[in-house]
């Protein structure tokens, strides 16, 4: 059995929480951008931050929803994986936000279309050069615009725009 599909397993064994998953093909497309043992930022928790964590990288995972965080909490994840629980600010991001720079960062919360906006006002401070920033959602239309913002704010060097099989699109950008 592939690592994906272990984990999405593992994630999904009491009830089905698939919908919200970032897909395999996310996956694989960070999985080929980040080498081993990289240090990572989420924004939202979920499956992914399993991933992350099952895959050995030193990973920190913030989400503004105590639910999700009890959540991946109870599949014990390893001592590299932090999960922080946040209030969202005046922006709708979140408010406490850990020191960069990160390898990869995942975006992918908080939830609702338009409220990752907030990540322009520190993303600057999380990046360095060869970053992979992922953003998931990009069928909808601010995270699409979002994910442009970010291109052009860090000029970005290679942008990877993708598809998964749950009928989502995300953009995978390297600084």
Not at 44 to 73: E, P, R, W
Not at 106 to 125: C, H, K, M, T, Y
Not at 161 to 175: A, P, Q
């Amino acid at each position: 059995m592939a690592f994906f599909d272990a984990v999405f397993q593992i994630w999904n064994q009491e009830r089905d929480l698939s919908e919200g998953a970032i897909g395999k093909e996310v996956w694989d497309c960070i999985a080929m951008h980040i080498p081993p043992n990289s240090k990572t930022l989420e924004f939202g928790c979920g499956m992914s931050t399993l991933l992350f964590d099952y895959s050995g990288h030193t990973h920190t995972a913030i989400d503004n929803s105590q639910k999700y965080i009890d959540l991946v909490k109870s599949h014990n994840p390893s001592g590299g994986t932090t999960i922080l629980h946040s209030l969202l600010g005046q922006n709708g991001f979140y408010v406490n936000i850990p020191s960069g720079p990160f390898d990869c960062i995942l975006i992918d919360g908080p939830a609702g279309e338009g409220n990752r906006n907030g990540v322009l006002d520190v993303i600057e401070s999380l990046v360095r050069k060869g970053t992979a920033i992922v953003l998931d959602d990009t069928n909808r239309a601010q995270d699409k615009e979002l994910s442009e913002a970010i291109q052009k704010l860090l000029k970005a060097s290679q942008v990877i725009e993708g598809d998964t099989s749950h009928n989502r699109k995300f953009d995978l950008i390297i600084v």
